[in-house]
């Protein structure tokens, strides 16, 4: 009798032994899962980060070429446009300020105005892209400086070509004559992390890995003058970074 309840006694424990068991099982399963979880969670996060990073560029190299095409006032003569060292300076801090909050020591940027022309004027039938001027910022790469500019639907930046619907007839319609704000902005972002899977171990950390975003705009001036070109206005001061492809300074 005395063996028989002692059994008893260990039969009802087991159950309990067994739970506890199970909660052990739990805790093994979730330290196993939770390398992954970890690196799900921060590849999300960086993710999203660079995301943020490359609309940011977008922003910038649209505002630019924006800016700079609506300059109506500032040239040589009543109803030209120009800009000076100022203006230039002005439009690249405002493209600056939009990559906040992000660092803007990896932002390279490109403002270049590019004539489209057709030969003959009167009735085309070849066209090319010729720069006016170009101007860069941060070590930005200057369009070709005085030439004339190849054709070529590369992305996301060409410095050395325009897209084909500048050069040649696309669809039946004939290019657009005239000056267009060409911006080239290029963007270095630092990650900070980048972890990868690894056979031989769980979750493996790499050095700093850094993303080049680079991006292109392109915006016809809108100034009406005969010609409407937006004027390089070295006349009333050297311009850093710049250079003029008209002569003597206009």
Partial sequence: MIDGSRQQRQDR???????GAESGMAAVEFALILPLMLMIYLGLVELSKSLRAAQKVDLVAHTLSDLTAQKLTGGAATGQAGLTEADIQAIFAAGTALMSPLPATGLKMTITEVNITGAPIAAPTTWQAQTTWTVTKNSGTPRNDCS???????????PHAMPTSYTAPTGGVNPVTGPVIVVDVSYVYSSGMNYTFQFSQWVGY?????????????SPVRNTFTPPHIQYRSDLGSITGGTNCQAPTL
């Fill in 148 to 158: 004339t500019m190849g054709a070529s639907n590369a992305a996301p930046t060409t």
């Fill in 13 to 19: 424990r087991s159950p309990r032994r067994f739970a």
């Fill in 206 to 218: 790499n050095s700093i890995s850094n993303i080049t975003f680079k991006r292109t705009s392109y």
